[in-house]
């Protein structure tokens, strides 16, 4: 028993490694005016898999599905190196009209089933990727780089810790990937995290990893994704 879970351990690594359906882009942005968005996939697998595809509000459910998105195909069969395209359709419910709505395109990849060695058992090992997809009404004008220019930020000090505090005015989400206070040069970075998005018209804190110094003229460098899923880096002053 302990040899075939070694075995199975070593499979699923070995899978988990290999395993990937690459989307041409991180994220996908839905304008308000467009009839569907196209994205586009390859299957980087040394086998082909079935995969189901859906978008929801980040349940990863397909039977729990909210959103007012129809993807086509559904479900399709997707051979090793080959390419895919799907179609993301808007069904017209209605939406926030002052700000971006995020959702989640889920990617549901099925492989062929496989055996465990030394054993009749078949596994089939399953992955599923999630990208965030924004619905953008066709009322903003802002860019995602001129919502960056405004954040806001300011320095908050509580007793359990240090924090910048994020401010946006703005109407679209920001993905941010990091944050630093700079400071009588040095730079002081704030925890990581494994989604550091902040909303429309929200703040949200960002925990210091070691405390920063007070007193102290300062400015904050920030990168954040843009449409296209690039990094772009900005450094803007502290709020007083």
Not at 14 to 33: D, F, K, N
Not at 71 to 79: D, S, W
Not at 165 to 192: D, F, I, M
Request: aromatic share 8%; hydrophobic share 40%.
């Amino acid at each position: 028993m302990k040899f075939i879970l070694i075995n199975l351990l070593s499979l699923i690594v070995a899978l988990s490694a290999e395993a990937g359906i690459m989307p041409a882009s991180t994220r996908v942005v839905y304008e308000a005016h467009q009839r569907e968005k196209t994205l586009m996939l390859v299957n980087t697998n040394r086998y082909p898999i079935i995969v189901q595809s859906w978008v929801d509000k980040g349940a990863g459910d397909p039977d729990t599905t909210e959103a007012p998105f129809v993807v086509l195909p559904a479900v399709f069969r997707l051979q090793p190196e080959r390419t895919q395209g799907i179609k993301i359709v808007y069904n017209r419910d209605p939406m926030p009209a002052d700000r971006e709505t995020l959702f989640w395109l889920n990617l549901y990849e099925i492989p062929p089933t496989t055996h465990i060695p030394n054993d009749n058992t078949k596994v089939t090992l399953t992955m599923n990727t999630q990208l965030k997809l924004f619905f953008r009404p066709a009322g903003i004008r802002a860019t995602l780089s001129e919502v960056a220019d405004k954040l806001i930020f300011r320095i908050r000090v509580e007793p359990d810790g240090s924090y910048i505090e994020c401010q946006n005015p703005g109407p679209l989400h920001v993905s941010l990937t990091s944050v630093a206070l700079v400071a009588a040069g040095n730079q002081y970075a704030v925890e990581k995290q494994p989604d550091m998005m902040i909303g429309p018209f929200s703040s949200r804190r960002y925990r210091f990893s070691a405390a920063p110094p007070s007193n102290t003229s300062s400015q904050v460098k920030f990168q954040y994704l843009n449409d296209a899923g690039g990094v772009q880096e900005k450094t803007v002053p502290i709020t007083r």
